[in-house]
Nanobody, 113 residues
Framework: QVQLEESGGGLVQPGGSVGLSCAAS????????MSWYRQAPEKERELVAA???????YYPDSVKGRFTISRDNVKNMVYLQLNSLKPEDTAVYYC???????WGKGTLVTVSS
């Protein structure tokens, strides 16, 4: 059974940082692209980072230079480091087996003073 479980969200001050983790089970991430999405209140879900099994990461301009995706194929984990956070980064962040219907339940990141 495929499962993706995020952790690490919380309340962060503007300009701060937080690290998110995604534990994958039921498949090996080694062979697949993994990604992170976010969904802010009343907005559509959007891609914030993606990484294939062997290629460079992708980031949209909105987070480029501030977010970093990484993966540990041995631990079957995917990570997202969020730096220089802004209030508009407030959202539920989801781990995704890219290109499939498998999503985590999400973890909330709130950027506020």
């Amino acid at each position: 059974q495929v499962q993706l479980e995020e952790s690490g969200g919380g309340l962060v001050q503007p300009g701060g940082s937080v690290g998110l983790s995604c534990a994958a089970s039921g498949f090996s991430i080694r062979f697949y692209s993994m990604s992170w999405y976010r969904q802010a209140p009343e907005k559509e879900r959007e891609l914030v980072a993606a990484m294939s099994s062997g290629g460079p990461p992708y980031y949209p301009d909105s987070v480029k230079g501030r977010f970093t995706i990484s993966r540990d194929n041995v631990k079957n984990m995917v990570y997202l480091q969020l730096n220089s956070l802004k209030p508009e980064d407030t959202a539920v962040y989801y781990c995704h087996w890219h290109g499939t219907d498998y999503w985590g339940k999400g973890t909330l990141v709130t950027v506020s003073s």
